[in-house]
């Protein structure tokens, strides 16, 4: 049995690759640069006004100017602005030649062509050429997820076509012959299978693309034929269930008949002691546990990770700082344990209800998992913890 953190350290060193692909930047929306986007041009591209008013010299706000032009957005200045006189403005229009100031509607008063300044001197209420981005700025770093405040960069600067990795497909198997479809109702001693909709949620979340190859019953014949489809297929492969120790828990044998190099079977986590990763010539693999709380738990701290990695995410931290709310303690101290946790309004995080394992919908509404160390028993109201966001 290894640690979480040699578990960890021994996943990153593997990174599904699938190239690149360029894609309109609309349909970019969340995914991870894979190139640094460029200005090709300075924003704003001129002077212009902030404010609907009257651009002028400054050295002639004291004085009763004459209008000479009216310039909306869009419009380019006819003339120049002379001593004596000013423009009226939208805003967004180009500052004309001459103008190096700008007072608002607001502060003036105007009269048969003519107006005054009736405010008190401040800013001159110009947007500088180039002040927001200059000419061949990197705007948007490789690396980053792609959200829409980004999608208008990329409009602003020209970028329509943009580099990402290509997603990761994600192979879903469930094993156990007691499983179930969802719509299915169960008979005695069967359950539905609710782990690889699970996971194919979460894969779908985190970007990639999820296969799901069905339920493989407690048959090596079975596992192994829907597991060698599965990674000729895809780049990852997820199995939940038969990990463990029983008769009927077959997937690490079939794993190592398939060609899978198995790198760790055992992590001193809690839940998800039996999860078990390996590596293919084709893909790499990861069997999760089948109480589907292990099976969640296990995949946002190690597949979610690799997903985000593997689609170009130059880092991948999704830990927060919290107080907690009530006390907290344990009996058994040799694994890592992983608490799921609702957020108070003042910030603070208290344990949920939890019965084990098994109890999935004690995630419904979880705010995120909190970290309770190895060696750590208890953990007094008010200490800082660790809270992974889920």
């Given at each position: 049995?290894?640690?979480?953190?040699?578990?960890?350290?021994?996943?990153?060193?593997?990174?599904?690759?699938g190239?690149?692909?360029?894609?309109?930047?609309?349909?970019?929306l969340?995914?991870?640069?894979?190139?640094d986007?460029?200005?090709?041009i300075?924003?704003?591209?001129?002077?212009k006004?902030?404010?609907?008013?009257?651009a002028?010299?400054k050295e002639?706000i004291?004085?009763?100017l004459?209008?000479?032009?009216?310039?909306p957005?869009g419009?380019?200045a006819?003339?120049k602005?002379e001593?004596?006189?000013?423009?009226?403005?939208m805003?967004?229009?180009?500052?004309?030649?001459?103008?190096n100031?700008?007072?608002?509607?607001?502060?003036?008063?105007e009269?048969?062509?003519?107006?005054?300044f009736?405010?008190k001197p401040?800013?001159?209420?110009?947007?500088?050429?180039?002040e927001?981005?200059?000419k061949?700025?990197?705007?948007?770093?490789a690396?980053?997820?792609?959200?829409?405040q980004?999608?208008?960069v990329m409009?602003?600067?020209?970028?329509?076509?943009?580099?990402v990795?290509?997603?990761?497909?994600?192979?879903?198997?469930s094993?156990?012959?007691?499983?179930?479809?969802?719509?299915?109702k169960p008979a005695?001693?069967?359950?539905?299978?609710?782990?690889?909709?699970?996971?194919?949620?979460?894969?779908?979340?985190s970007?990639?693309?999820?296969?799901?190859?069905?339920?493989?019953?407690?048959?090596?014949?079975?596992?192994f034929?829907?597991?060698?489809?599965?990674?000729?297929e895809?780049?990852?492969?997820?199995?939940?269930?038969?990990?463990?120790?029983?008769?009927f828990?077959?997937?690490?044998?079939?794993?190592?008949?398939a060609?899978v190099?198995?790198?760790?079977?055992?992590?001193?986590?809690?839940?998800?002691?039996?999860?078990t990763f390996?590596?293919?010539?084709?893909?790499?693999v990861f069997?999760?546990p089948?109480?589907?709380?292990?099976?969640?738990?296990?995949?946002?701290?190690?597949?979610?990770?690799?997903i985000c990695?593997?689609?170009?995410?130059?880092?991948f931290d999704?830990i927060?700082?919290?107080?907690?709310?009530?006390?907290?303690?344990?009996?058994?101290?040799?694994?890592?344990?992983?608490?799921?946790?609702?957020?108070?309004?003042?910030?603070?995080?208290?344990?949920?209800?939890?019965h084990g394992?098994?109890?999935?919908?004690?995630?419904?509404?979880?705010?995120?998992?909190?970290?309770?160390?190895?060696?750590?028993s208890?953990?007094?109201?008010?200490e800082?913890?660790?809270?992974?966001?889920?």
């Amino acid at each position: 049995m290894i640690s979480y953190e040699e578990a960890i350290v021994i996943t990153e060193k593997y990174n599904p690759d699938g190239g690149l692909e360029y894609l309109p930047f609309m349909d970019s929306l969340g995914r991870y640069l894979a190139e640094d986007i460029v200005s090709d041009i300075n924003m704003p591209p001129f002077n212009k006004t902030a404010v609907d008013g009257y651009a002028c010299r400054k050295e002639d706000i004291d004085k009763e100017l004459i209008i000479n032009e009216i310039i909306p957005a869009g419009v380019s200045a006819s003339k120049k602005v002379e001593e004596g006189e000013c423009v009226k403005i939208m805003t967004g229009a180009a500052i004309p030649e001459g103008a190096n100031w700008v007072f608002m509607v607001e502060d003036a008063q105007e009269n048969n062509g003519r107006v005054r300044f009736t405010g008190k001197p401040g800013k001159d209420n110009i947007a500088k050429m180039g002040e927001d981005i200059r000419k061949d700025d990197i705007v948007l770093k490789a690396g980053r997820l792609i959200e829409p405040q980004d999608i208008a960069v990329m409009a602003t600067v020209g970028a329509v076509k943009v580099a990402v990795r290509k997603r990761p497909l994600v192979g879903i198997i469930s094993t156990g012959s007691e499983l179930v479809e969802p719509d299915i109702k169960p008979a005695d001693s069967q359950i539905r299978n609710s782990n690889a909709y699970q996971l194919i949620a979460q894969t779908t979340r985190s970007g990639a693309e999820a296969v799901y190859y069905g339920i493989a019953p407690d048959s090596e014949k079975d596992i192994f034929e829907m597991l060698t489809k599965a990674l000729n297929e895809c780049d990852i492969v997820l199995i939940s269930g038969g990990v463990s120790m029983g008769d009927f828990d077959m997937v690490p044998a079939v794993l190592e008949k398939a060609g899978v190099k198995i790198i760790f079977d055992r992590i001193a986590v809690q839940p998800g002691k039996p999860t078990t990763f390996g590596v293919h010539d084709d893909a790499l693999v990861f069997g999760l546990p089948g109480n589907p709380v292990s099976s969640f738990i296990q995949f946002e701290l190690f597949v979610k990770p690799m997903i985000c990695r593997a689609m170009g995410a130059n880092h991948f931290d999704s830990i927060r700082k919290h107080k907690l709310a009530n006390d907290y303690s344990r009996e058994r101290t040799e694994r890592m344990a992983w608490v799921p946790v609702n957020i108070n309004s003042d910030e603070t995080v208290a344990p949920v209800e939890y019965h084990g394992s098994a109890h999935i919908n004690a995630l419904t509404g979880a705010y995120g998992m909190m970290k309770v160390p190895v060696g750590v028993s208890e953990i007094r109201k008010g200490e800082i913890v660790d809270v992974r966001q889920i």
